[in-house]
């Protein structure tokens, strides 16, 4: 074998595994929360609230950081050139704290041209502002 590939050979299976990169969005709601339960929603402005962190590619994978803990797993997806769809029905909650899984579900669709998002996940209707972190070699 010629040793100058050596090194080529090497990293060969890092390059193949990596593949290209599925476009990824990180949203938050920085102004306010919105609540909705018992056929009503209510909002808290300023700083009577945590704002979430939801990262998700656009194969599906979800990590959304709500208080103490992020809700992570695999959903499904379907939209066009400007809308996604996002559902996850079996969201895990990590760091897990009981014996058993602690399990959500969520749902969001995201404009891709305006940067916004709808998050509906537990009591939750929340508007988010959305970012592109990073895209595939398509974009």
């Not at 079996?90 to 969520?106: D, S």
């Amino acid at each position: 074998m010629n040793i100058r590939l050596l090194p080529a050979l090497l990293m060969m299976p890092l390059v193949l595994a990596a593949g290209p990169a599925e476009a990824a969005w990180r949203c938050r709601n920085p102004d306010l929360e919105v609540g909705c339960s018992g056929g009503r929603c209510e909002a808290t402005v300023g700083e009577g609230f945590t704002p979430m962190d939801i990262v998700f590619a656009e194969d599906g994978s979800v990590d959304a950081c709500v208080y103490s803990g992020c809700w992570i797993g695999q959903g499904q997806v379907a939209g066009d050139d400007r809308y996604l769809s996002l559902w996850l029905r079996e969201a895990e909650f990590a760091p897990q704290i009981n014996e058993e899984p602690v399990r959500g579900e969520l749902a969001l669709l995201l404009d891709r041209q305006e940067g916004v998002a709808t998050l509906m996940f537990a009591a939750f209707v929340q508007p988010l502002v959305c970012q592109r972190t990073r895209t595939d070699a398509a974009d």
